[in-house]
Nanobody, 110 residues
C-alpha cells in the first residue's frame, strides 16, 4: 500500500495550497480518507475526513477555509487550503483508515 502525498510548500499567510494524495494497493472507494497534520512540538491532529459516500468532516480551526474531496477514478484525495494562516504550518499526512502516507510539509509565513 502506498499513499503518495504532494503539494506542500512555502506560502504567505492568506495564500492557498492544494494537497494531493494518490493511493495504490487498496480498493480506494472502499476507504474513508483523511488528512492529519503535525505542527512542530505538537501531536498529530485530524484536519479533515471524507467518507466513502463523500460525507466530510473538519476540525473547527479549518472550517470554511479547507475543502477535502476525492476522485475515486484516480484513487486520489485532495485538500484545498485557502486563507492559510501561520498556525496551519506543519507536516500534512494522508490517511486511509489503517494506512498513512509519508507526509508533505506546509509552511505558512506571516
Amino acid at each position: 500500500v502506498q499513499l503518495q502525498a504532494s503539494g506542500g510548500g512555502l506560502v504567505q499567510a492568506g495564500g492557498s495550497l492544494r494537497l494531493s494524495c494518490a493511493a495504490s494497493g487498496i480498493v480506494f472507494e472502499a476507504y474513508r480518507m483523511g488528512w492529519f497534520r503535525q505542527a512542530p512540538g505538537k501531536q498529530r491532529e485530524l484536519v479533515a475526513l471524507i467518507g466513502k459516500g463523500g460525507l466530510t468532516n473538519y476540525t473547527d480551526s479549518v472550517k470554511g477555509r479547507f475543502t477535502i474531496s476525492r476522485d475515486n477514478a484516480k484513487s486520489t484525495v485532495y485538500l484545498q487550503m485557502n486563507s492559510l494562516k501561520p498556525e496551519d504550518t506543519g507536516v500534512y499526512y494522508c490517511w486511509a483508515q489503517v494506512f498513512w502516507g509519508q507526509g508533505t510539509l506546509v509552511t505558512v509565513s506571516s
